[in-house]
């Protein structure tokens, strides 16, 4: 997953952004979280029963993601593609507490991930669950950095334009 590429974003509609980089991505989390409960279940629990904090805290983060893009795809996206992004100011704001929630969430749970290998106790499993992991935070970085630093600035700010001519 590249970094992101201002650049190149900022020649690019807002429209093309949600429908080729935002959606697909939330399609990919999904099914990438619950992949991973589905593997985390499946783990030597251990001495310290680490594989329940493990799947716990997916499954939390799953439910908190499913309710965020809910709110991004059912309110925010279309406001933004009708060309009334200011009307989403307010959810925007909720929708960046509920990044660093999940974000949360996930953190809790690789670390977990993470002591296992540690200490020397990770089979291949907990391994190509770590592997996910990686992968899924790296693209969740750079999803929520197109949010924060394209879309919603430019959502009320294009807005802005628009309203003043
Ligand atoms: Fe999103
Ligand atoms: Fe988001």
Redesign the pocket.
Known sequence: MDPIDLQELGQRSLSSIIEED?IP??AWFLTELEEQIERSAGLDPGVDDSSTLVQQSLHQALEQLRAH?NS?ELVVFPLILAGRGSEARESVRGLEDEHLDIAEQITVARKAVDERLGQGQGDPDWVALQESMIRFERRMKR?TAI?YSVLFPRMLCEEDESAGE
């Open positions: 935002l991505d939330h893009i991004e999803h949010e």
